[in-house]
């Protein structure tokens, strides 16, 4: 019994230290052109393995909230939707914080959506918030958080 139970403890401590951490966060504001400035709490992608995994499995993104993936460099980007089940919008984000383009997904798509043109970073948020809050391409977002 005693064999069972550390056995048991064992694998638990073994599993847990294998489970990925969770995400750094970060708050950030973005101005609109009307003058309008808007909080948002992100997660902060910055590993090829966060980036990858992304939003996957999660069926719920609160308000308010979302995922900033951050690149090395500047790049044409091309996100999908796959295992996620929420419906998001994504902005894609320039170096000097400026968004350049912003686009709906579809839960469960494999179809690529691409940026426009270059740029360093890319915001998930729960579909239709960027809409509500009249942020558009043109707008920015004060990236100070991520560059300290």
């Known amino acids: 019994m005693k064999i069972k139970l550390f056995f048991s403890i064992s694998l638990c ?3 847990l230290s294998c489970t990925s951490k969770a995400l750094e966060t970060k708050n950030f504001i973005l101005y609109t052109s ?4 808007f909080n948002i709490k992100t997660e ?3 590993t090829e393995k966060e980036r990858s995994y992304g939003f996957m499995n999660r069926k719920k993104i609160p308000e308010g909230t979302g995922m900033l993936f951050i690149f090395e460099q500047d790049q044409v980007l091309n996100f ?3 295992n996620t089940p929420a419906p998001l919008s994504i902005a894609y984000i320039d170096s000097n914080g400026k968004i350049r383009n912003i686009f709906d997904m579809q839960p469960y798509s494999l179809e690529g ?5 270059s740029v360093r970073y890319a915001l998930e948020v729960p579909q239709g918030w960027f809409a509500k809050n009249n942020i558009k391409a043109g707008d920015k977002i004060d ?3 991520i560059k300290n």
């Open 13 to 15: 401590a073994l599993f």
């Open 34 to 37: 009307d003058g309008n400035s």
């Open 44 to 46: 902060i992608a910055r």
């Open 80 to 82: 999908w939707m796959k």
């Open 113 to 117: 959506v691409k940026s426009t043109v």
């Open 143 to 145: 990236l100070s958080p």
